[in-house]
């Protein structure tokens, strides 16, 4: 599976932003949103099953939102109230239907105080 993710850029305090990420297939287990902050290990941000369930970081509960298209094969994110302890690179990551993981390349988001 290839991932290809987009969105990411320079957004103020308390803006909004949203990501994007395309997968090659559509045939999915679970897909995910890590980040990772500058000195910090990578951390999952929020996640979405193929059944719809949905997961959040304590850190994004009520502020980000994971969604996806299956019909054009795209992870979204979107960003409210962005504060910056978000800023950091932000990945998107999938499980396939036999449990194989695939990673995206990063995109980068700096949130300005």
């Known amino acids: 599976v290839q991932l290809q993710a987009f969105g990411g850029g320079l957004v103020q305090a308390g803006g909004s932003l949203t990501l994007s990420c395309v997968a090659s297939?559509?045939?999915?287990?679970?897909l995910n949103w890590y980040r990772q902050a500058p000195g910090s290990q990578r951390e999952v941000v929020a996640s979405i099953t193929d059944g719809g369930i949905t997961m959040y970081a304590d850190s994004v509960k009520h502020r980000f939102t994971i969604s996806r298209d299956s019909a054009k094969n795209t992870l979204y994110l979107q960003m409210n109230d962005v504060k910056p302890e978000d800023t950091g690179v932000y990945y998107c990551?999938?499980?396939?239907?036999?449990?194989?993981?695939?990673w995206g390349r990063g995109t980068q988001v700096t949130v300005s105080s």
């Open positions: 990551n999938v499980d396939d239907m036999s449990f194989t993981t695939y």
């Open positions: 297939e559509s045939d999915l287990r679970i």
